[in-house]
Structure formats: structure tokens, C-alpha cells
């Protein structure tokens, strides 16, 4: 839809949003002082139809979040619109049918904006996005259709006012302060803001809504004495509650992921993020919940609730982009199934409008290097198509004239970028989307960025190999297992440049030389780092890469096999960060140790990934040892409970245990091949993925000393199925076969 916006930006006035004073020194006195644009804003427009309205339908956009209403009315389902793009460039905006909510007579149309993602909790560090301006503002265009076909458009402009909202401050990471008793004052004009709309674009990603609501499970007083709920999941959303109190009582709700080894509540791992919501009663009952923030949190603690707590009037919310849910899995491990929920929940909770780190501490950013190792398992858990083009739009629009790519996206004000395995998901990302779904369009939009980064690491590459730049490393490995930079980055160096020679071939873009620097860089890895078929660098990761990105052929492959499984069984376990788990179950199954994978996939103990389910974790944590078995903390710093990347094995499930594979050469699950891992300590494996073709599912389970495998294939859709070497082929429905 075309905007129709010649409208201009509203702000409000410096005098109202500077003014916050009697909310500095009086009603909440110890909250942190807010800056005058933290104090969100409402715009008022009051309108009268002039005949009888056909239709009706709003545009809408904000510096800021924004919610806006029609005669009270929320309007939309979302929240946190317009979302969060790169705002230097590319500003959403939303268009709504709001014909329903236009009445005779004097209407009122109003919008409150807060500073939502244009501010980060720590404004002077290097978290600082880089957004040019705090301004909060707001811009809309409503257009009537009267019912004798004549049109009207009413534009922020002449006649908008504002005025102070009752919610004083709001900030993304903090939380938020509403008092109830605060008199807004009168509304005076709303003044123009000159600001660029050539930002704008009709709203390209998911719409973030509320997802689910989930009770109280329990009400406990913790051993310091303080009463806490217990939402039984680690979240993303917020909590609506009732309350009541005398005029001026000031509640608070503070929010944690995770209780200490006392079983106290424990908030130090959201470093510099607050997650606090502050009510100021005026004597009434209120239902309320935030409108400008989120919280990532499983347990709420109530403090100086000015009335008796009680589990009924709490729910939380589950905040997050509107993505179709496709993939299941099941199977006999009630363990597995587990961690299986909590690699969904790490989608749910990170994939709020941008794929997220985590979503509580003062971090909650748009790291590419989690993106890239958790794509395929989003992909195939949710429909992600959308919601990774609008995300890929924007890495593109961020990305340097160089080529190099910013660690998160959107960028932060912050020099850092083109770290190997963070940037390379300005490659790895289109083309899972385009191996799930099958639509070449996303290849073709990103093509350029992806040949910029890859012409990145070929500028600085000499005799095929890229040595030098700043990187993160195998993020988080284990036991002093470095892989070196110099190994990584050749590795993803060579396999991003594979990728895009595919999707030249897809496009039909002309990609020799890309081929030719392939080889260059294979060959001169093999120079390096291989002596007598083994890697020099002896490590989990770097031989899972070198299996999985295709790096050595032959006996190598065989002996490089070997080697990794020769160091996973001397470890006992897995010792790989975020850039060797991704891959690491698949290069033991794909070599002929799909035992060992299941070694690996099945253990309880740390480090594993059944390790934090076996201590109640209902996410996936950013470290193998978050909490250890004696219930103390890794780390204070660095410690999320909600963290999705070492949930990339997902795709190991579907992959592997259940075997539910694409085919590249027909992506989208035209054809797949079908090639079921089992494991004598599980009795039965069940997947499926609602394909855009329909239902694609694998199971296997075992019947009277055989193993009885079904698939199903969607109409239109062929399979291949290998069970234990010998290959199926069949076409659309059910089929079975049972063998030994
Ligand atoms: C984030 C990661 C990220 C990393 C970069 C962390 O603070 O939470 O997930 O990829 O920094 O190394």
C-alpha cells in the first residue's frame, strides 16, 4: 500500500517534555531520574465525520513505540509498533481498518508514544544505538470513505494536541512508572517536528502481539523473606495485574529469570537492566500492564503491594512477533522433549520483531552470530519467512561500503563489525530461508549484500586465506578447546563464499570466480591446517567444521571423522561454542558416529544439553553451566537463562533423530530426504513441519523386535527415504516400512 503521509510529525513541546519535576521530587522520589524523553507522550486529535463513513483506515508511524486509540479503543493488535528497524534508513509504519470504531459526532483519536528502542539502558556507553536524535514524535494519516464515495484524509498536522501521559516514564530495558492519580493537564498544541520521511516503509516484518497468557503456578515467600510468583516458563512479555491502593502508594514489580541456590530472587544477571514496574495508586482498582517495554522473566516479585496479593490477579503475557508455529517434535526421552520446549520458548522469547541474544538483560540486541547458528531450527519451529526479511532488509541497510557487517543489527553506536561467524549471517541466513521455504526472492534481495560480505573477506585475503580482524571466536567453548581465529575465519570464509556460489546458480548470476575462490581458499586450508589426514587444529569445533562445510574430502574426511570423535570421546562430552555446536551432532551422524551423537545428545550432565533441563530449565542458557549443579551462578555479567543459540540443535532433531531433510536442488521441501537416526535408548521419534506444501512428518518406532518408519509426504512433494542404506522413493501420502 502506498503511504499516503504528506502529514507532518508531531512532537511535543520542549516545555512538556521537559518538565517531568513533580515526578523527579515527588510521587517516586528514589526511580531513577528519568531524562525529559523518557516520559511518553499522548497526542490527541478530536475529528467529526461529515456524513455517514463507509470505511475508514489509519496510518500510522512513531519516533518511539506507539499506541494509538479511536474513542478509547485500543486500535490494532499490536504492540510496540512500528517495531525496530535501522531508523537512520527504514521506519515502519503500520495502516489499520478502523472503520469499526469511527462514530457520528465528535470523535476522539489519540496516541501515546514512548521512547520504545530509540534509547538503550546505558545511554553512554557503547550501547548507544545510532539513531541520530532522541526525539519522540508521531505521524498519521486517517482516511474516511464517505458513503457517497467522497474521501477525506485527516493528517497530524493542524488541530493535534498533547499532553503528559499518565505513564511517567518508560524505558525498554528499565520498565516503566504509570501513576494513576497524575492529572495530564490540559492538552496544548502539539508543535511540528521537521523530520525525514523518506525512512518510511509500509510495514515489511511480523506484527508483535500478545501470544498467550499464562497463570500463576505458585506463591512462595523466598528464605530473605520476599513474597514471589512463579509463572512455571521463563518468558518474554509482561505481566498484567489488578490493584488497589490508597491515593499515592507506590507498588513495584520486579521481574527475574531464575532464583538463586538460597532460592532467592535474583536479578544481578540483568546487569544494568531494571525490569521494574512501578504503579502509583489513586484510591481506585486497576487492571494494567505495560505498554512500552517487555520484561524477560519467569518469576515476579510484588514490593510494597499496597493490597493483598493474590496469584488470581497476576497473569503474564507472552510478547512476540506473530510467526505460524510448524515444527513438533516427540519422541520416548521425556528429557528430550523438554529441552525440545525450551528451544520453542527461546524463539518465542527472542524473536521480538529482531532475532535477539536474550531478551532481559541490558543487552537484548540483534547479534548476528546467534541468529545465524539458531536459522535453521527457527526456520523450521516457526514460519520465519517474513520475519527474517524485514531483518535481513535491515542488515543489508546497515551494512558498510566495505562489505563488512555490524555485530548487531540494528547497529549500535559502536565500532566494532565483521567478526567471522557473526557477520557470515549476512549469507547463511538468506539461504536457510531459502532452503525451508523455497522462494528465490529472498536470495535475490540479499544478493548483494551477501556478495559484499564475502568480496569483504576476499579483499583482505591473500593466497586464499583471510588472516587478521577482531572476533568473538568459537563464543563460549569450553575447557580451554580454542579454536583459532585463523582456522574460523577460513572456515566461514569458504563456506560462506559455497553458499553464495549456490545462490548465484540459483539466480543464474554468473559466479566462476566466487568458485574459483572457493577452491583457492579449501586448498590453501589444507596447506595449513592438515598433516597426515588430521587437523592441526585439534579441536571439536574445527573438525566439525571441516566435516560439515565440506573442507575435506576422501580419507581425509574419514580420518578428520575419526579425529573428532576421538576427541569428543576423550573430553566424554562436547566442548564447542557457538560456533562448533551448530554443526557438531550433524558432522558425527553424517561420518558414520550417530551413536556418539546420541552420546552426546542424551547426556544429563554438564556440560550438555539435557543438563539444564534435568535443573528445571524451561529456556535454553547462554552458557552450559548458567547455574552449576550446586546452584551457584557462572558468572553475574553473562549470564542469560534465555539465550537460543545452543539451541541450534533443533535442527539435529528434525535433521537427524527424525531425519526430516530438504534437498537443495528442490528446496522448500519439493523433495525431501528422509533419513531417520535411531538409538536403542529411544523407543520412538515423531517430527513434523508444516511446509508450505503441507505436512512433512518422520517417525519410527519400535514394534515386535522391528523398527516401523512412517512418513508423510505432501501433495505435490517427492521423497527419498534411506534407512540404513537402502533408499525409498515415493511420491504424496503415508508411507511405512518396517525393518530390522
Ligand atoms: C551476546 C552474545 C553475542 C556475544 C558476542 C554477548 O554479549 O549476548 O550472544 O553473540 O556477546 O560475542
Given at each position: 500500500m502506498q503511504p499516503i503521509f504528506s502529514a507532518r510529525w508531531l512532537q511535543a513541546p520542549l516545555s512538556l517534555r521537559e518538565s517531568p519535576e513533580e515526578f523527579r521530587t515527588g510521587a517516586c522520589p528514589d526511580h531513577p531520574v528519568p531524562a525529559a524523553h523518557e516520559a511518553p507522550v499522548e497526542f490527541l486529535f478530536s475529528f467529526t465525520p461529515k456524513g455517514a463513513v463507509?470505511?475508514?483506515?489509519?496510518?500510522?508511524?512513531?519516533l518511539g513505540v506507539y499506541t494509538a486509540r479511536l474513542g478509547g479503543q485500543k486500535i490494532g493488535g499490536e504492540v510496540l509498533a512500528p517495531g525496530w528497524t535501522n531508523y537512520r534508513k527504514r521506519l515502519q509504519y503500520q495502516t489499520y481498518d478502523v472503520t469499526a470504531l469511527v462514530r457520528g459526532g465528535e470523535n476522539l483519536l489519540s496516541a501515546e508514544v514512548g521512547l520504545g528502542w530509540r534509547m538503550h539502558a546505558r545511554e553512554k556507553d557503547w550501547m548507544q544505538p545510532t539513531l541520530g536524535g532522541k526525539d519522540t514524535a508521531f505521524l498519521a494519516a486517517l482516511t474516511l470513505v464517505y458513503e457517497d464515495g467522497t474521501k477525506e484524509t485527516l493528517k497530524t498536522g493542524e488541530g493535534w494536541l498533547c499532553r503528559a501521559s499518565k505513564t511517567r516514564y518508560s524505558n525498554i530495558y528499565n520498565g516503566e512508572v504509570y501513576d494513576a492519580g497524575f492529572d495530564p493537564g490540559e492538552a496544548v498544541p502539539a508543535p511540528v517536528l521537521h523530520y525525514p520521511k523518506e525512512i518510511l516503509i509500509p510495514r515489511q516484518g511480523e506484527r508483535i502481539t500478545e501470544q498467550e497468557r499464562l497463570p500463576v503456578q505458585k506463591m512462595f515467600t523466598t528464605p530473605e523473606g520476599e513474597l514471589v510468583l512463579d509463572?512455571?516458563?521463563?518468558?518474554?512479555?509482561?505481566?498484567?495485574?489488578?490493584?488497589?491502593?490508597?491515593?499515592?502508594?507506590?507498588?513495584?514489580?520486579?521481574?527475574?529469570?531464575?532464583?538463586?541456590?538460597?532460592?532467592?530472587?535474583?536479578?544481578?544477571?540483568l546487569r544494568q537492566a531494571r525490569e521494574e514496574i512501578v504503579f502509583l495508586c489513586d484510591g481506585g482498582t486497576h487492571t494494567f500492564q505495560p505498554r512500552f517495554t517487555f520484561q524477560g522473566f519467569r518469576y515476579v516479585q510484588p514490593k510494597d503491594w499496597p493490597c493483598e496479593v493474590r496469584p488470581e490477579d497476576f497473569t503474564a503475557v507472552v510478547v512476540h512477533s506473530e510467526m505460524r508455529r510448524t515444527g513438533y517434535f516427540e519422541c520416548s526421552n521425556p528429557l528430550l522433549n523438554r529441552l525440545f520446549e525450551n528451544i520453542v520458548w527461546g524463539q518465542k522469547g527472542n524473536f521480538l520483531d529482531i532475532p535477539t541474544d536474550c531478551p532481559q538483560r541490558d543487552e537484548r540486541l540483534g547479534w548476528t552470530g546467534d541468529a545465524q547458528a539458531f536459522v535453521r531450527t527457527a526456520s523450521y519451529l516457526f514460519d520465519t519467512e517474513t520475519f527474517f526479511t524485514k531483518w535481513?532488509?535491515?542488515?543489508?541497510?546497515?551494512?558498510?561500503?566495505?562489505?563488512?557487517?555490524?555485530?548487531?543489527?540494528?547497529?549500535?553506536?559502536?565500532?566494532?563489525?565483521?567478526?567471522?561467524?557473526?557477520?557470515?549471517?549476512?549469507?547463511?541466513?538468506?539461504?536457510?530461508?531459502?532452503?525451508?521455504?523455497?522462494?528465490?526472492?529472498?536470495?535475490?534481495?540479499?544478493?548483494?549484500?551477501?556478495?559484499?560480505?564475502?568480496?569483504?573477506?576476499?579483499?583482505?585475503?591473500?593466497?586464499?586465506?583471510?588472516?587478521?580482524?577482531?572476533?568473538?571466536?568459537?563464543?563460549?567453548?569450553?575447557?580451554?578447546?580454542?579454536?583459532?581465529?585463523?582456522w574460523l575465519q577460513n572456515a566461514y570464509f569458504a563456506y560462506s563464499t559455497s553458499l553464495l556460489v549456490k545462490a548465484g546458480e540459483v539466480l543464474g548470476v554468473p559466479v566462476e570466480d566466487y568458485r574459483a575462490q572457493r577452491r583457492r581458499t579449501e586448498e590453501a586450508m589444507r596447506q595449513r591446517f592438515l598433516r597426515e589426514g588430521k587437523l592441526t587444529c585439534n579441536t571439536q569445533t574445527a573438525c566439525a567444521q571441516a566435516l560439515y562445510f565440506g573442507l575435506v574430502e576422501g580419507e581425509d574426511r574419514v580420518s578428520v571423522a575419526a579425529q573428532l570423535a576421538q576427541l569428543v570421546r576423550e573430553a566424554g562430552h562436547l566442548r564447542t561454542g557457538f560456533l562448533g555446536t551448530p554443526y557438531l551432532l550433524h558432522a558425527l551422524s553424517e561420518n558414520g558416529y550417530t551413536q556418539l551423537a546420541y552420546d552426546l545428545l542424551l547426556r544429563t550432565e554438564y556440560p550438555s544439553w539435557l543438563y539444564p533441563v534435568t535443573r528445571g530449565a524451561t529456556t535454553v542458557w547462554e552458557r552450559w553451566d548458567g547455574q552449576r549443579p550446586d546452584g551457584s551462578f557462572q558468572s553475574k555479567g553473562m549470564n542469560s537463562f534465555n539465550h537460543y543459540a545452543y539451541g541450534a540443535v533443533g535442527d539435529w532433531l528434525f535433521g537427524g533423530a527424525a531425519g526430516i531433510r530438504t534437498d537443495e536442488s528442490q528446496p522448500g521441501f519439493t523433495h525431501i530426504r528422509f533419513a531417520p537416526l535411531t538409538d536403542s535408548r529411544l523407543d520412538?521419534?515423531?517430527?513434523?513441519?508444516?511446509?508450505?506444501?503441507?505436512?512433512?512428518?518422520?517417525?519410527?518406532?519400535?514394534?515386535?523386535?522391528?523398527?516401523?518408519?512412517?512418513?508423510?509426504?505432501?501433495?505435490?512433494?517427492?521423497?527419498?527415504?534411506?534407512?540404513?542404506?537402502?533408499?525409498?522413493?515415493?511420491?504424496?501420502?503415508?508411507?511405512?516400512?518396517?525393518?530390522e
Open positions: 463507509r470505511s475508514a483506515s489509519l496510518q500510522a508511524t512513531a509463572f512455571g516458563q521463563v518468558l518474554t512479555g509482561y505481566v498484567s495485574f489488578r490493584i488497589e491502593g490508597p491515593a499515592g502508594a507506590k507498588a513495584t514489580l520486579r521481574h527475574a529469570e531464575i532464583l538463586d541456590a538460597a532460592g532467592n530472587f535474583y536479578t544481578e544477571n535481513l532488509a535491515d542488515l543489508a541497510s546497515e551494512q558498510f561500503a566495505s562489505g563488512g557487517i555490524p555485530h548487531v543489527i540494528p547497529r549500535m553506536h559502536w565500532d566494532g563489525d565483521s567478526s567471522t561467524g557473526w557477520a557470515d549471517a549476512a549469507v547463511i541466513c538468506p539461504w536457510q530461508i531459502y532452503l525451508t521455504y523455497g522462494d528465490r526472492e529472498i536470495l535475490r534481495r540479499q544478493f548483494d549484500s551477501m556478495k559484499g560480505w564475502v568480496d569483504y573477506m576476499i579483499a583482505r585475503a591473500e593466497d586464499g586465506l583471510w588472516l587478521g580482524g577482531d572476533h568473538f571466536g568459537d563464543w563460549l567453548f569450553l575447557e580451554d578447546e580454542r579454536t583459532p581465529n585463523e520412538y521419534v515423531s517430527a513434523r513441519i508444516e511446509t508450505r506444501h503441507g505436512t512433512v512428518a518422520s517417525a519410527w518406532k519400535r514394534e515386535g523386535g522391528l523398527i516401523l518408519y512412517t512418513f508423510e509426504v505432501p501433495e505435490g512433494c517427492t521423497a527419498t527415504a534411506d534407512i540404513g542404506g537402502t533408499v525409498y522413493q515415493f511420491g504424496p501420502g503415508v508411507k511405512t516400512v518396517s525393518r
